[in-house]
C-alpha cells in the first residue's frame, strides 16, 4: 500500500529535497573532512513513499490506484511488522496503530509511538511538543502488538529492539544509556554515555568520550579508544581516530588501518573512502578498488552507485554532474544529470535542468524528465508533482491516482 500525497506535504518534501541537494552541495564545496555521526545506523530508505496529506488528512492507495484506507489521519508512518502508527489531533497529538486493512487496533492514546520491532514498540506518554515540534520530556515504554503494556513507561529515552535487546536512558544532562530485555528487565546496566543498537552481535557504546563495543552480556569487546565508531555491517564497523577513518573486526583488530579522511560503511562488499579530497572505494582487505575521483561519498544499491563530478569552474562557478559507476568502477551511466538518486526498484530519478525523470540501469530513459517532484519506486509506483499537481505513477509513467493538488 502506498500513502496518499497532497498538496501541503509535497511543499514540505519539496523543500526537504532541495535542502538535501543544498547540504550536498555544501559538503561537495567543503574540505571533505568531517567524519560521520558516531555509532549511528545508515539512514535506511523507507519501504513506502513518505506520508502526505489529501484534503489535510492520510490515507492509502494500493497498486492501482483504489483507496483501501481512506484519508482520516494527521500523521501516518511506515508499516512495521503489519502495523502502522497514526496520529491525530494537532497539538496534543495522539498515537495509536492501524493494520493494513485500515483498522485501528491500538487507540490514539500515546504522545509518541514508534515502529515495531522483534514484536514490540517503544511508547511515550506525557512530555510537551517543542517549537520545532519535538515530544520534550515524558516516559517511554514498550506495548505489544495487541497495544497491551508489557514493560512500564519509566525511561527518559527508548529505542526499538535490536537482537533481543533495547537501549533506554534515564536522566537528562548527563543520561546515561543501558539495555533491557523484553521482559524490561535491565540486562547491562546504565553506564554508558551514549549506547547504539546491537547489529552482528556488538553494540557502539561512549564511555567518557571514547567509544568502544560491547557484547549483548555488557561485557567490553572492543576497549573504548575511537573518536566515532559506528555499527558493524558486513563483519567490518567504521572508526575513527585522530580525524583518520578504518575499519575494525569484532575482535578489535584494525583491520584497515586509520588513513581516510572519511569512510563509509561496507555495504556490497565495498566502501567508500575519501583521499585527498575524492571519493573511491576499498574492499574488505582495504585495497583500493576504484580509485578516489569522486567528489561525494557514495553507496552500491542495486549494484550501482550514483557519483558526483565536479567540473572545471565557470564563471568563478563548480559544477557537478551526476552519473552511475559499477563495481569495477566503470561507467554505466556517464555524468550528465543535475542530480541521480539511488537505483530502487530497477528505476532511478534523475534531474535535468531543474525537472525530473527516471531511466534504468542501461541509463535509457524510461519516463521523461517532466516532474517538478519525484519519489524512489517503492511498491511499484512513485510520488510526482506538476505544477502544483500531485499524484502517483506506475513505471511506464502512467498515472494510477491524480494529478491533484
Known sequence: MTRFRGCRQRKHDIMKQTLIFALALLAL??????TDTPATKSE?????PPPAKVGGEYGRIDKTGTVVIKP????DREFSEGLAAVGIGYYPRKYGYIDKAGKVVIDPQFDYAGDFSEGLAAVTVGGEIGMW????GGKSGFIDSNGK???HPEFDEARGFSEGLAAVGIGYYPRKYGYIDKAGKVVINRQFDYASDFSEGLAAVNIGGKLGYIDKTGKLVITPQFDQAR????GLAQVSVGGKSGYVDKTGKLVIAPQFD?????SEGLAAVNVGGKFGCIDKTGKLVIKPQFALPFSFSEGLAAVVVRDPPTGGRARVKWGYIDKTGEYVVKPQFDYASDFSEGLAYVSVDIKKGYLDKTGKVIIKPQFDYASDFSEGLAHVSVGGKSGYIDKTGKYVLGPSK
Open 44 to 48: 535506511q530508505k523507507p519501504a513506502v
Open 29 to 34: 564545496l567543503s574540505c571533505g573532512q568531517q
Open 149 to 151: 503494556e508489557v514493560i
Open 231 to 234: 555499527d558493524f555491517s558486513e
Open 133 to 136: 515540534g519535538e515530544l520534550a
Open 72 to 75: 482520516q489521519f494527521d500523521d
Open 262 to 266: 572519511r569512510a563509509q560503511d561496507f
